[in-house]
């Protein structure tokens, strides 16, 4: 992974994949691009865990395709409409997160990927990325496209967890994505200021909200979502052992939780004419330790 301070023209990848770290290989012209996607709930839904096994309760409310991920989509169907190739979806999630992978679909990608197995229940983000690190590789795509983080969870790990897996370069926080021959090069904002890092191919982008204005799903295209492809892949289809994930294998768990208290009404200074509001209102802001 390079940092490069110049900004060089936008191009397509036409060059080279490599199979391992390291291993360069002839790339065909057209690119076959992956989208992680996920199933969260509606953000504006209140959610609550589950007393049981402490984890998010996930059929309480209704659920959509992560919004962050829709960028990412749409992302990957600008990348082909440029260079030509396919958009596959892979989702991690229940048998009822096939309605966002058809969700996804409706977008335009042409085929998907869906893992589902009950031993999946509970899995921290580092198993979440391992577990789709051995589905990737069935597909081998040339480069894996995510959103930046998912609204139930906002951990921003699985990306980043997702390339040391892979060992592949890992471009997190992309504002702005270019293909250029072999070479993926992304722009992103930082506290520091302006970033431009780019890699050799193939590698895992993490882009950002803003970074384009993803397309509503055409009728056309709801259609068609429900005859597209899905493959289904359990834990024993990519040879991993359901101890391994899930609430079992999780690298952290939730010790304890408890509902947010009630809000309280605010504190009044009123001033009767004489000024002593201002006097009142300082103490009580000394007292809590705002001034």
């Known amino acids: 992974?390079?940092?490069?301070?110049?900004?060089?023209?936008?191009?397509?990848?036409?060059?080279?994949?490599?199979?391992?770290?390291?291993?360069?290989?002839?790339?065909?012209?057209?690119?076959?691009?992956?989208?992680?996607?996920?199933?969260?709930?509606?953000?504006?839904?209140?959610?609550?865990?589950?007393?049981?096994?402490k984890t998010l309760d996930r059929e309480s409310v209704e659920t959509i395709l992560n919004p962050v991920d829709e960028y990412?989509?749409?992302?990957?169907?600008?990348?082909?409409?440029?260079?030509?190739?396919?958009?596959?979806?892979?989702?991690?999630?229940?048998?009822a997160a096939l309605a966002t992978v058809r969700k996804a679909l409706s977008m335009g990608p042409d085929a998907a990927v869906h893992v589902h197995d009950d031993a999946l229940h509970g899995s921290c983000a580092f198993n979440t990325a391992r577990v789709l690190d051995?589905?990737?590789?069935?597909?081998?795509?040339?480069i894996v496209l995510c959103g930046s983080e998912s609204t139930d969870a906002r951990t921003s790990l699985v990306p980043s967890a997702l390339a040391e897996y892979l060992a592949w370069p890992g471009l997190i926080g992309a504002k702005h994505l270019e293909v250029d021959g072999t070479?993926?090069?992304?722009?992103?904002?930082?506290?520091?200021?302006?970033?431009?890092?780019?890699?050799?191919?193939p590698a895992v982008v993490s882009v950002v909200k803003g970074i384009n204005e993803p397309r509503y799903p055409s009728f056309k295209g709801i259609m068609a979502a429900k005859s597209?492809?899905?493959?289904?892949?359990?834990?024993?289809?990519?040879?991993?052992?359901?101890?391994?994930?899930?609430?079992?294998?999780?690298?952290?768990?939730?010790?304890?939780?408890?509902?947010?208290?009630?809000?309280?009404?605010?504190?009044?200074?009123?001033?009767?004419?004489?000024?002593?509001?201002?006097?009142?209102?300082?103490?009580?802001?000394?007292?809590?330790?705002?001034?």
Do not use: N, W
């Open 1 to 53: 992974m390079v940092p490069v301070d110049s900004e060089p023209d936008c191009g397509i990848m036409g060059g080279a994949r490599t199979s391992g770290p390291g291993l360069a290989i002839p790339l065909e012209a057209a690119l076959k691009i992956l989208v992680t996607v996920k199933r969260v709930p509606d953000t504006a839904a209140d959610k609550r865990l589950d007393p049981g096994d």
């Open 72 to 95: 990412a989509v749409e992302e990957a169907l600008r990348l082909k409409e440029q260079a030509g190739g396919e958009v596959v979806v892979l989702c991690m999630g229940p048998t």
């Open 134 to 142: 051995a589905a990737i590789r069935r597909v081998e795509p040339d």
């Open 183 to 201: 070479t993926i090069r992304i722009h992103r904002e930082t506290e520091a200021g302006h970033d431009v890092v780019e890699a050799d191919g």
């Open 228 to 291: 597209k492809p899905v493959t289904d892949y359990t834990l024993a289809d990519l040879g991993i052992e359901p101890a391994e994930v899930g609430a079992a294998g999780a690298t952290t768990e939730v010790v304890d939780f408890a509902p947010r208290p009630p809000r309280q009404a605010g504190h009044q200074a009123k001033d009767p004419g004489d000024g002593s509001a201002a006097v009142e209102l300082a103490d009580f802001l000394a007292s809590h330790k705002f001034i």
